[in-house]
């Protein structure tokens, strides 16, 4: 008589790994419930649980696991990425002075961080600080010349929504020029080079970046909105 084989059981956390992996993110949330229920907490179940919770857009929810993992486990591995992630979430929530708060507490431990920095422009402009964004990006560029979100983000905020100075006409087209050699069918690179076009004067050629933008990124509003603007100041 052979004996009936049992079906081998899978560890809990290779399951919830599992399902995060498959972006199966409100099973493994409820996963990750029950075995910290049954077991106790656990840094790396609340990480994921943190990262799930991003994922699903609950970033108040995000906030306050990442807020608990660095209070009750100070030691853990992953302690950067959880304050990235705190910050990024901030932002999201729109909590624009907080998440500036607390990447300031950070960058003094990790002074160059590009992924600190750039955390810190996005909610700067956010916050409409858009002065104090510039130079944030600046600063990222004098770090990392080719960093292309900074090159795009400064041309942006220098044209966008003013009348530019011949200054800031000359620095964001150098600053586009390069983002689009590095990446020339970037909907957003693509999006400020119209803006800037616009600015120049130059209608038909703006409504053509526009448009090439749009097929892209075709949900992008903004772009959308440009092009809209374009067609109104004819």
Known sequence: MTEKKTARK????RRIFTEILKENYTFAITLIDREMT?????????????????????????????????????????????FRMMIYSLIKTGNHKL?????????KLAVDDIVLLSLKASAQEKSGEIKAAIETHLRILRL??????????????LLEGKEPKPEEI????????????????????LDSFGVLLSKLGKQEEARRA?????????????????????????
């Open 99 to 107: 998440a500036i708060e607390r990447t300031d507490e950070r960058l």
């Open 210 to 234: 526009f448009e090439k933008a749009l097929v892209k990124a075709p949900s992008e509003d903004i772009i959308l909105e440009h092009l809209k603007k374009l067609s109104q100041s004819k």
């Open 144 to 157: 990392r010349p080719d960093h292309k979100n900074s090159l795009n983000s400064v041309a942006y905020l």
């Open 38 to 82: 049954e077991s106790g907490k656990d840094p790396e179940l609340l990480y994921n649980f943190a990262i799930c919770c991003s994922r699903t857009g609950n970033h108040k929810k995000c906030v306050s696991v990442l807020e608990e993992l660095l209070e009750t486990f100070p030691k853990f591995s992953e302690r950067d990425n959880a």
């Open 10 to 13: 899978i560890p809990p956390k």
């Open 170 to 189: 000359k620095m964001a087209m150098e600053n586009l020029k390069r983002a689009l050699q590095l990446e020339p069918d970037n909907a957003a690179y």
